[in-house]
């Protein structure tokens, strides 16, 4: 790859251009090999003389003069840290590939002139300011102070274990701690990546709106200055900006977009996984991130307790357990509850002991597939730490689009998903290459990015297609009994 070409533009006054100095130094700390050139005024050509970072300085000669100028050195960047109607022109007809520009805060400036109101942005020193506009090619500062903004469903949570081990990884000085919700807490508690986790009620008017407020106060005095905020909720967004930290990065398609400082893409073909760690290349634009399939741990006390009640329900005998999720929030999510009885009668014909697992809601579902087909039905029986470590000790996990799927696929266990509202393009599969999806080619899906209560056609064929046949044939495959 070619030494980067860098024209940097700034066609200001004297105490403005010398101030750009710090970010010559940073250019070459990035990209030791790069030209750097830089355009100024004609009084101000010798401001720069002497400047061991810079190629060369050259001097603005009118619009038209500099613009061919410009365009003849075939530049890769362009950092505009003057940001006029003048350094717009030269920017857009450049023809530079990668721009960037200085953000000058104009408006804060007039507000805080006429009427006194002061804003965040004009406490930065100028070159800061001028630093900042250089983050989108060489990436922030390291965080000292980092806080994840993650108050979404139990499996976005799961998916967002791998962010918090990166982020502990290469800055492992810094603090991280977590805002989340009560039933995924200890997910962050156990990880081992996490120093502190605040937990947020959501519930209820009083409790979000009461809630955003006393969370925001009780960050602001954290003086964190770096918040990761993968959920892409307003109320997410809003939290970072009202508690006051500096740097608040999240997507694109974020509904508090306008509350972000950085702002990255977001791409649906892309796994939430991943999707998560990009937030990272915020600070490392060029890294590459590889992610481990494997990413959660299950505590060896609840292992213990787990496999002292196994045996005790199950006399003592050694056998192989399938784990059976048959539950989901949305009804259009759920494989039929016949289909997951005639699958778990046949697992235990083949000499497997299925177990159904789900949180309390679950319980009645559970029971109804439970019934003569042989299983152990612990539904609505085990904590998260409880149900991390009877997962741990799985052969094979059969589940809907769910949590405890990505549970299961954070603890490295084979997983075969039933996707029906849902598709894999929505970046929710299991991820890793250790797991299987079974689902439908049909035009009304995905009908929905979590599903609905109803199937919109009234035929559900996402699910009715999928035979217990099917999913048996594949799971026997899973665990090694092709002729089975």
Not at 79 to 106: C, E, I, M, Q, W
Not at 233 to 239: D, F, G, K, T
Request: charged fraction near 25%; charge should be positive.
């Amino acid at each position: 790859m070619p030494a980067p070409r860098i024209l940097v533009i700034r066609l200001s006054s004297l105490g403005d251009i010398v101030l750009t100095a710090p970010v010559y130094e940073r250019i070459k700390q990035t990209w030791p090999e790069a030209e750097i050139w830089v355009l100024v005024k004609p009084a101000y050509l010798e401001a720069l003389a002497g400047n061991p970072h810079i190629t060369q300085v050259i001097s603005f000669g009118g619009l038209w003069k500099t613009l061919r100028l410009i365009r003849s050195k075939k530049f890769t960047y362009l950092l505009d840290l003057h940001n006029n109607l003048r350094s717009l022109f030269l920017r857009r007809l450049s023809g530079v590939p990668k721009t960037s520009v200085y953000r000058k805060d104009a408006w804060a400036r007039r507000l805080f002139v006429f009427f006194r109101k002061n804003s965040s942005g004009l406490r930065k020193h100028v070159s800061e300011k001028y630093l900042e506009a250089l983050y989108p090619w060489t990436g922030l500062p390291e965080p000292r102070r980092a806080v994840i903004l993650q108050s979404s469903f139990l499996g976005d949570s799961v998916l967002t274990i791998p962010l918090a081990r990166e982020i502990k990884s290469r800055w492992p000085n810094a603090t991280l701690d977590v805002v989340t919700l009560k039933n995924s807490a200890s997910l962050f508690q156990d990880s081992g990546w996490v120093d502190r986790v605040w937990v947020e009620e959501k519930k209820g008017f009083l409790n979000k709106t009461w809630g955003l407020f006393k969370t925001s106060r009780a960050l602001k005095e954290k003086n964190y200055d770096c918040a990761f905020i993968p959920h892409r909720s307003l109320r997410s967004a809003l939290l970072g900006f009202w508690a006051q930290i500096p740097r608040r990065i999240g997507f694109q398609k974020s509904a508090g977009k306008i509350f972000l400082t950085h702002a990255l893409p977001f791409d649906w073909k892309t796994h939430d996984l991943e999707r998560n760690l990009s937030l990272l290349s915020a600070f490392a634009p060029n890294a590459a991130l590889n992610p481990q399939a494997a990413y959660l741990y299950a505590d060896p006390q609840a292992v213990e307790k787990v496999l002292k009640r196994l045996r005790q329900e199950t006399q003592g005998k050694p056998l192989e357990l399938i784990g059976v999720h048959p539950g989901s929030v949305w009804p259009t999510k759920r494989w039929p509850a016949r289909k997951f009885k005639a699958l778990c009668l046949g697992l235990s014909q083949s000499g497997y002991k299925p177990i159904l697992v789900g949180g309390p809601q679950d319980q009645e579902l559970c029971e109804e597939i439970s019934k003569g087909s042989d299983t152990l039905n612990w539904a609505g029986k085990t904590d998260l730490g409880e149900l991390k470590a009877l997962i741990s000790l799985l052969s094979l996990f059969i589940t809907n689009d769910s949590g405890p799927m990505h549970i299961a696929t954070g603890l490295g266990i084979p997983t075969l998903a039933l996707f029906g509202a849902t598709t894999k393009e929505l970046g929710f599969f299991p991820y890793g290459p250790r797991h299987k999806v079974i689902e439908k080619e049909l035009p009304c899906r995905p009908c929905g990015l979590h599903g609905k209560k109803k199937c919109p056609r009234g035929h559900f064929l996402c699910m009715e297609l999928t035979s217990v046949q099917e999913v048996e044939k594949t799971a026997q495959a899973m665990l090694g009994n092709e002729s089975r």
